[in-house]
């Protein structure tokens, strides 16, 4: 079971203290705490019984399932040694759910001609390699080329261009 | 035999006519160039282009659509290959040996290796149909409730098999993907199921939406913070096809693909998905090193690939002979279909041969069209690899932002992919694997509504599922692949502990 | 001085109105259709758009948002601005038994939309399994009664046209089978024709293939005419159940406020592809039923919606809401 593949180089060593595997340890955790947030979500759902089953059995049933291997995993971490916790990147992550955002914000109010440039450049922020100029070229180069293939070459109903009032394409 | 002879030379003279040579042309090659965005897989490909089939003559247009499918398919493996993302439930697979072949510069290979064996599954499934349409469809009709139930069991024991990783993250991440498919309006009484009466979620979680951002955006962090797992890529690349070595060793993984997923295809009710996960299951455990297997294996690709391609196919035969849809795509065609005036059902083959056998014939010459794009094409690919990451990964978040927005038209459905990106850089964080949701929740839904659907007409007999025959042999088999999948499991926890 | 300043802009405004109206249509129209493409209500869609958008002289792009029965896909459309840009095409689910089955529904048929006028409507046959023990309707009802809890009936789901067509016949008959629910009439239709289930209400589109190669028995359509499809289907009239009368209707809306000449020359240019004889012919191939002149106009519409509205409603209520 080799980690090099999957990109993560984690300390072998795990926290000295009673949690020998911080990481596992972090991951039963939310599982235990998803459990309880799905048991709490679904908690006006109607059981019913075998014979009937209603739609609250499978997600409880499932969600218990859940809550004791994050349980087990989580013993499991205090037993045996295993990778801390890795660091977690800001930049990145925040950029890109940031493109996103903005792109299902302006698609249907400005158009793809907005929503592309814009998850293009808020996108090319996450990496550091990024340089501006070069970006946002590409930003409207491939903006032009989507739009040329999905509006008018696949007749996809996309906004392409939205000014309240005064066009719609 | 000689009856078969005789209607494949009517289905053939119809498919090769200048006209329909050159629609499944177009169609496997407008198929493939759109399956390959990130995000649109083949319902949404074949959604897009229907309008554009409407003033071709019935026959012709289906050849096209049909070729446009098959496209897709493949198109969507390729994205699966070349970036990690699965534009359907069933590429799934290709990302676990294939993305890795590529990043260790064989994507050619992979690629190469996918055609190939797709088009030796073509030619078996094509055989298949055109022989035992009639026969194979009365089998299909033996599966109700129960069994899909059962095969649904098995399929989720096929994903505990697939984890490369801990057996018991593994087992959360499927139990977390049937918990997501449990997302939205209940089918038999039509409760809101944990949607909060938010409206985009009301027909639950898009596949699509999960896989992109579990999947596809998680990948696009994880590649943005280790810059130098990437350095790989870039590297020689080498042969762009696969050495003789590769094919060696894929010869019978193909073949076997073929046969599992061409059997698992004819299932109405979506029997094909579970294909691509059969096979590469079969072919780890028959390996003389499982190892190998999720760091680049090629029959990990050649035998789920082919498994693919051959469901895709098998999956017409319900909808030519019985005329009843088995899936969405599908229920498509119908549609198509029924635009141009014929109505699909059991007569179809005797009230309109040259429309059964002409498709029959075109789904060969189809899969013949896939291979002649697709290889050349596998140079075009593996340059666009070679593509800086700072330019590439805005282009991916691009393109995987209007193909989900063009699935329903939601912008909610862009921001839920961009919170599953959070939620899947979390995962990897945390050590989990993304592949086992994904087959939770494709699996999770079918099995839920067969569990209801075979206990309600059954009164709540739970021991309908053993005493029917084909489920109880099912469930049988689902066990002793589990505990195949366990076992060496249990005895390299002991190992861990001295080793590491 | 005032009040004339107030005329000449309301005039100017209205002259602007109607010279927009005038030169309506000026780009493509979009026309939400709440289901997958391919199902019925979609091919009806794309069949009569084709020929407006003949007449109108501008496309018709047809939009599919599906989901929850098709509201979902309306609740967008009724949101849109009234500018005749967008259309929708609802049908008798989701412009008549949508309040009935859904309780948040965020529409009021009967308020938020300008109707334009029926398209074409699908009529219901009730089929069952080929081994089902009756022939004919009669018997099929007497059966029904006699053992309704060990039937089992199949639907594509709540809110579907299916399960609301056979809510109706149970709450006619008085009979409480078990109701299985599919996801689609694919796998609903599927399962009838390998006898897991017993029967199903449903649309004539699905069926004829399968009632002509005798893989599923009919026992009645639900109109007041026999189907050239199948010929050999009794009405409901004549095998003795009149008063189960329905056809799953599918209509033109636009959403309130379309300015009256827009709606007016939408009905007129559904009203030309209505009678186009390519068009009459498709539609027919499909087993629809295409109105007559006097069902084509938006007020024969807007009563339509409001009878259907408090006829769903009455039926949901007598057999207990949408689930069983």
Known sequence: ?169 | MGDLAANLSLGFSTALSVQNVGLAFIGCLVGTLIGVLPGVGPIATITMLLPITFGIDPVGALIMLAGIYYGAQYGGSTTAILVNIPGEATAVVATLDGHQMAKQGRAGAALGIAAIGSFFAGCVATLVIAALAAPLTRVALLFGPAEYFSLMVLGLVFAVVLARGSIPKALAMILVGILLSTVGTDLETGEERMTFGYGPLAEGVDFAVLAMGVFGFAEVLRNLEHTEAREVVKHAIGRVLPTLEDLKRSVWPIVRGSLLGGALGILPGNGAVLGPFASYTLEKKIAKDPRRFGQGAIEGVAGPESANNAGAQTSFIPLLTLGIPPNAVMALMVGAMTIHGIVPGPQVMTRNPTLFWGMIASMWIGNLMLLVINLPLVGVWVRFLKVPYRLMYPSILVFSCIGIYSVRNLPEDVVFTGVLALVGYALIKLGFEAAPLLLGFVLGRLMEENLRRALSIARGDLMTFVERPVSGVLLAVALVVLVLALLPAVRKSREEVFAD | MRTTLVLVAAALGLAAGAAHAASYPERPITMIVPFAAGGPTDVTARIVTEHMSRTLGQQIVIENVAGAGGTTGITRAAQARPDGYTIMMGHMGTHGAAPAVYPNLKYDPTKDFEPIGLAAGTPILIVAKKDFPANTLQEFVAYVKANASKLNEAHAGVGSVSHTTCSLLHAQLGVSPNRVAYRGTGPALNDLVAGQVDYMCDQIVNLTPQIQAGTIKAFAIATPERNPAIPNVPTTREAGLPEYQVSAWNAIFAPKGTPKEIVAKLADALDKALDDEATRKRLADLGGDIPDKQGRTPEALAKLVQSEVQRWAQVMKSTGGGSR
Not at chain 1, 79 to 90: N, Q, V
Not at chain 1, 106 to 115: E, F, H, K, P, Y
């Open chain 1, 1 to 169: 079971m080799s980690d090099k593949t999957r990109g993560s180089a984690p300390e072998r060593s795990g926290g000295s203290g009673p949690i020998r595997a911080p990481q596992d340890f972090v991951a039963g955790a939310s599982l235990v705490a998803l459990a309880l947030f799905a048991l709490w979500a679904s908690a006006d759902l109607s059981q019913g019984s075998l014979g009937q089953m209603g739609p609250g059995m499978l997600p409880r049933a499932t969600a218990v399932l859940i809550a004791l291997l994050g349980i087990a995993i989580a013993i499991g971490a205090c037993l045996r040694p295993g990778p801390s916790l890795e660091r977690w990147g800001i930049r990145g992550p925040l950029c890109v759910f940031l493109a996103v955002l903005a792109f299902a914000f302006t698609i249907r109010s400005v158009g793809l001609v907005v929503a592309g440039p814009l998850v293009a450049l808020i996108g090319g922020a996450a990496s550091p390699e990024t340089r501006l100029g070069e970006t946002v070229i590409f930003a409207v180069a491939i903006t032009a080329f989507c739009i040329g293939l999905f509006k008018y070459l696949l007749n996809l109903p996309i906004p392409v261009l939205v000014i309240p009032g005064v066009v719609v394409l």
